[in-house]
C-alpha cells in the first residue's frame, strides 16, 4: 500500500524543536551567580552587571525589568532598598527588595549612564529615548551563561527570575511567600513555576518536626 504524498512530506518535515532543549529554563545556582558576577565585573560590564543583579534581585520578567525607569530605583541619591512594579502580564504591583550587591551596582551605572528619574535605567542603544529590548535582554543572558561555560540551551531570562524565588523555596519551604514575591494570583501557578514535585514535597515534611 502506498503512502499518501501529503503523509510522506509530513513525516520527512524536521520536528520544530529537533536538538533543542524545550520545557521551562532552569534556576541558576549559586555557585553560577557568583561566577557571572566575576565574569562580568573582570570586563567592567557595569550595566550588564547592574541588569544581572536588578534581575536576580527583582524575579521580574523581562518585559517588566526592562522597563523599570531611574525613579523606581533611586530616592535621591541612593537607590532605594525595595521597589514596586506593575506587572505587564497581570496588571497587578509587585514588590521587591533591592540588596547591598544590586544596590552597588545599580548605583555605578547609574553614575556613567545620567539622566532624569523618568529615563529608562537600561536605555536601548538604537533609541536612546527607549529601553532596552526583550529580545537583546534575552542575547545578553545567553553570553552571560555561555561565558562561564554553561549551555546556554539551559538557562534563559526565566532562570533569573526563578532563581531567588527558588532559592527562597528551598530554605524556607513558604510556597505562599514566594507566591507573593513572583506576583503570582494563584499558588498552583507557583507549583509548578518552581516545578515542585512529590520528592520535594515529602522532603519538606520529613524535614518538620510537630
Not at 27 to 56: H, S, V
Not at 142 to 154: K, L, N, Q, T, Y
Amino acid at each position: 500500500m502506498e503512502t499518501p504524498e501529503n503523509e510522506t512530506t509530513k513525516s520527512q518535515r524536521p520536528v520544530w524543536n529537533a536538538g533543542r532543549t524545550v520545557g521551562a529554563k532552569g534556576a541558576l545556582k549559586p555557585r553560577q551567580i557568583c561566577q557571572i558576577r566575576f565574569y562580568l565585573n573582570e570586563r567592567g560590564l557595569l550595566r550588564d552587571r547592574a541588569l544581572f543583579d536588578l534581575a536576580i534581585d527583582s524575579k521580574l520578567r523581562g518585559c517588566d525589568l526592562v522597563r523599570m525607569k531611574i525613579g523606581d530605583i533611586v530616592d535621591g541619591r541612593p537607590t532605594r532598598t525595595r521597589a514596586i512594579m506593575m506587572q505587564q502580564k497581570t496588571t497587578r504591583p509587585v514588590q521587591f527588595e533591592i540588596l547591598p550587591d544590586a544596590r552597588a551596582s545599580l548605583l555605578a551605572w547609574l553614575e556613567r549612564r545620567g539622566g532624569s528619574v523618568d529615563d529608562y535605567v537600561f536605555p536601548s542603544r538604537v533609541d536612546r529615548t527607549g529601553h532596552l529590548s526583550t529580545r537583546q535582554y534575552a542575547r545578553l543572558v545567553d553570553e552571560w551563561v555561555s561565558g562561564i561555560g554553561s549551555m546556554r540551551s539551559e538557562y534563559g531570562t526565566h532562570s533569573l527570575r526563578r532563581t531567588k524565588a527558588s532559592i527562597i523555596y528551598r530554605a524556607t519551604g513558604n510556597l505562599r511567600a514566594v507566591q507573593i514575591l513572583l506576583g503570582h494570583s494563584k499558588i498552583e501557578n507557583t507549583v509548578r513555576y518552581l516545578r515542585i514535585d512529590v520528592e520535594d514535597a515529602l522532603a519538606l515534611a520529613e524535614n518538620t518536626e510537630i
